[in-house]
């Protein structure tokens, strides 16, 4: 089966010659494996728009995520390279999560991300509703 660009003619703008069809499955799926879970991508959003947060801070900001929860998510985060965790020690304890170098990197495909999420919004908009006899 042929893909749309090829049966039309035209290469779209996110073609990258260095990497074949399977190769940026292989890539997406594994970015999408480190942000996989409710409130990664809520905690990084935070992060950005904030900078250096502490626990409570972030448990204020996302109210609906559970202590265990984003406690977890954080440590995955940490694991992963995309968040630094910094302990101060004083009592009592002073903990502060901020985005690495790798984590801050992450900001134009989430701007893409969020821009796809709007069009889509815009496109679904304009499409006129599907009523039950309809379907």
């Known amino acids: 089966m042929r893909s749309t ?34 409130w990664k991508m809520v905690i990084i959003f935070h992060l950005f728009a904030r900078g250096v947060l502490r626990f409570s801070e972030l448990e204020r900001a996302i109210p ?40 801050k990197a992450l900001c134009p495909a989430l701007d893409a991300i969020l821009k796809w999420t709007e069009l889509r919004r815009a496109s679904a908009a304009a499409r006129p509703a599907v009523t039950d006899q309809e379907s």
Do not use: N, W
């Open 5 to 38: 660009h090829e049966e039309v003619g035209y290469l779209p703008d996110c073609k990258r010659p260095d990497h074949s069809a399977e190769s940026a499955a292989d890539g997406v799926g594994e970015a999408l494996k480190i942000l996989e879970g409710r």
């Open 64 to 103: 609906a995520v559970s202590q265990k929860m984003l406690s977890q998510h954080l440590r995955e985060l940490e694991r992963d390279g995309v968040v630094q965790r910094t302990v101060y020690p004083v009592v009592p304890p002073k903990v502060e999560y901020d985005l690495t170098e790798l984590g």
